[in-house]
Nanobody
Framework: QVQLQESGPDLVKPSQTLSLTCTVS??????????WSWIRQPPGKGLEWMGA???????YYSPSLKSRTSISRDTSKNQFSLQLSSVTPEDTAVYYC????????????????????WGQGTQVTVSS
């Protein structure tokens, strides 16, 4: 059973970079055809898919966040990480990491509802 756990600071100052790490257990992040994503939920709003990392290392980003988002991985630790730059209070949210095994390379999951495996989520507040 794949399990995910987010870690990182719970408070970030405006204009700084938000950095979170997701540790995956129960399966390697490099196994075909897994995709690994970051998804967030601002207070009072719905889930927002931010971006994905494919098993072979390719990245996919939400157009609205692409200029500020970077997702990377450390295969030796079976982890993947999120960096969101130039944060504002509007980036305050519960941040989730999630995973999905798809049946073929033709399918890239770019919506939160497509993901089967979820971390418990971590609250990040952007405030001075």
């Amino acid at each position: 059973q794949v399990q995910l756990q987010e870690s990182g600071p719970d408070l970030v100052k405006p204009s700084q970079t938000l950095s979170l790490t997701c540790t995956v257990s129960g399966g390697s992040i490099t196994i075909s055809y897994y995709y690994w994503s970051w998804i967030r939920q601002p207070p009072g709003k719905g889930l927002e898919w931010m971006g994905a990392l494919a098993y072979e290392g390719s990245n996919y980003y939400s157009p609205s966040l692409k200029s500020r988002t970077s997702i990377s991985r450390d295969t030796s630790k079976n982890q993947f990480s999120l960096q969101l730059s130039s944060v504002t209070p509007e980036d305050t949210a519960v941040y989730y990491c999630a995973g999905r095994l798809v049946p073929s390379t033709a399918w890239v999951p770019v919506a939160s509802q497509e993901y089967d495996y979820w971390g418990q989520g971590t609250q990040v507040t952007v405030s001075s």
